[in-house]
């Protein structure tokens, strides 16, 4: 949002939610006084947004306050802000992140973008056959690795992801993972995948994952796929403690 204009105060409360006072304030809404007073308070207006300052002074507004979560360390940080960096990439097509309650740290149920990762995948000569045996090529794993870098550069440590993993299906609103307007509904898609979810939680570097897959020709299959669970961890981190 930039720096705050002259003869602006602002104050960030301990919620996360900017407060501001100025000459530029409203006085309040019209014939609406149980609004304004909500609103208003002290000649301090309660925006409602969560924001944080960044390093050069730059008003970052991150969500509304009611949908922002808390790590486990007090850091504050909005799941879709993430989600939305996620996808400015041309190969994400969905993100849900968790993190905040009983996830003491950020991660990502990431849905590659099938047209622009195909696309990708044949100009690299990398062979696949369904979504699902495309979102699990190394290779792609490693492409969307690089997007959540990308995303992560400019979060607060604590809300930057630390482990992702590839869906191996589309979400998809028929089966009520996504509202109309392709909203992710993250709390059942948490109860529905839960078992994903708690490996972005665990340690081990792999789920197995029943799916039905469709072929180009329409015939259907069951099938048992292997889901990899990628570390975010620094080079530092990887290594061996001497």
């Known amino acids: 949002m930039g720096v705050?204009?002259?003869?602006?105060?602002?104050?960030i409360s301990e919620d996360g939610e900017i407060l501001t006072k100025s000459p530029a304030v409203f006085i309040g809404y019209y014939k609406m006084p149980e609004e304004t007073e909500k609103t208003l308070k002290d000649g301090w207006v309660h925006?409602?947004?969560?924001?944080y300052f960044?390093?050069?002074?730059?008003?970052?507004?991150?969500?509304?306050?009611?949908?922002?979560?808390?790590?486990?360390?007090?850091t504050k940080f909005s799941p879709q802000f993430?989600?939305?960096?996620?996808?400015?990439?041309?190969?994400?097509?969905?993100?849900?992140?968790?993190?905040?309650?009983?996830?003491?740290?950020?991660?990502?149920?990431?849905?590659?973008?099938?047209?622009?990762?195909?696309?990708w995948a044949?100009?690299?000569?990398?062979?696949?056959?369904?979504?699902?045996?495309?979102?699990?090529?190394?290779?792609?794993?490693d492409l969307i690795r690089e997007d959540v870098v990308r995303a992560n550069e400019d979060l607060p440590p604590a809300a930057r992801m630390k482990r992702f993993i590839l869906l191996h299906k589309e979400l998809d609103s028929d089966d009520e993972e996504l509202t109309r307007t392709r909203k992710v509904r993250r709390g059942f898609i948490a109860e529905r995948y839960?078992?994903?979810?708690?490996a972005l939680y665990g340690e081990e570097e792999y789920i197995g994952v029943d799916t039905t897959i469709t072929y180009q020709d329409g015939r259907t299959a069951d099938i048992r796929t292997k889901l990899q669970v990628m570390s975010m961890k620094t080079e530092e981190e990887k290594a061996p403690t001497p």
């Open 194 to 198: 839960k078992e994903i979810v708690d």
């Open 4 to 11: 705050p204009i002259p003869e602006t105060e602002v104050e």
């Open 82 to 119: 993430v989600e939305n960096k996620l996808k400015f990439s041309p190969y994400v097509g969905e993100a849900v992140v968790f993190g905040g309650g009983d996830w003491p740290f950020v991660t990502a149920m990431i849905n590659i973008n099938a047209g622009p990762v195909g696309s």
């Open 54 to 74: 960044d390093e050069d002074g730059q008003l970052i507004v991150i969500d509304r306050v009611k949908d922002v979560m808390t790590l486990h360390d007090g």
């Open 122 to 141: 044949e100009n690299k000569h990398i062979g696949f056959t369904t979504f699902t045996d495309l979102s699990q090529k190394g290779e792609v794993y």
């Open 47 to 51: 925006s409602g947004d969560a924001v």
